[in-house]
Structure formats: structure tokens, C-alpha cells
């Protein structure tokens, strides 16, 4: 079993910055799972914005957030970053870390097997 807990949300003005985290814990190390974010504005469907290799890799991005968003982590602190810049009206919604067993990155919500409790994030014009 995984925990994940998500913080770092908040409001911040349009252009501004937010480093959402993402603490895991569980039994054993977290090398054979794939992390990702995920976000869900009211009404819509939850969506992928970034995925990675805990070990390694690749990482992936949904086009909307290419270029401005950042997925890392922080290995001795089991954590998982999400660095948003340039955040943009269309952004806000609450943001999930999420974890499954595997190698690849999938997009779809119904792939990932562990979820965080989710963080709001809140963008002023």
C-alpha cells in the first residue's frame, strides 16, 4: 500500500509560480513505480498534466503545460515536485500526485492505482 500526500497549493496571481509536493510512503522503495499529477477543475474530467519513472527516465507532459511545468523528485525525501510557472487562468483545479506499478506513463486516470488526497490550486487574474 502507498500513502501520497499533496501540499504547496494555494492562490497566486496569473504569470506567478507554485511548487506543489507529493510525499509517498510505503513499504519498500518506490524504483519500480511510475509518479504522475494529475488536476480537475469543477465540471470537468480529471485530467493528466505530468508523469515520471520514480528511477529514472522519461518524463511526459500534456501539451497544455509543456514548457511551463516541471515534474522531480527528491529521492532521501521521497517526494515528488511539481514546479508550475507562468500559471495561467486555465490552470486552476485541484491537483493530484498519483502512483502505479509499471515502466511506461499512461494518461488516464483509471491506470494509476494510489492517489493523494489532492491540493487546490487557485489563479487570480
Known amino acids: 500500500q502507498v500513502q501520497l500526500v499533496e501540499s504547496g497549493g494555494g492562490l497566486v496571481q496569473a504569470g506567478g509560480s507554485l511548487r506543489l509536493s507529493c510525499v509517498a510512503s510505503g513499504r519498500g522503495t518506490f524504483d519500480n513505480y511510475v509518479m504522475g499529477w494529475f488536476r480537475q477543475a469543477p465540471g470537468m474530467e480529471r485530467e493528466f498534466v505530468a508523469g515520471?519513472?520514480?528511477?529514472?527516465?522519461?518524463?511526459v507532459y500534456a501539451d497544455s503545460v509543456k514548457g511551463r511545468f516541471t515534474i522531480s523528485r527528491e529521492n532521501n525525501k521521497n517526494t515528488l515536485y511539481l514546479q508550475m510557472n507562468r500559471l495561467q487562468p486555465e490552470d486552476p483545479a485541484v491537483y493530484y500526485c498519483t502512483a502505479r506499478i509499471g515502466l511506461g506513463v499512461p494518461s488516464t486516470p483509471s491506470d494509476f492505482e494510489f492517489w493523494g488526497q489532492g491540493t487546490q490550486v487557485t489563479v487570480s487574474s
Open positions: 515520471r519513472r520514480w528511477s529514472g527516465g522519461n518524463t
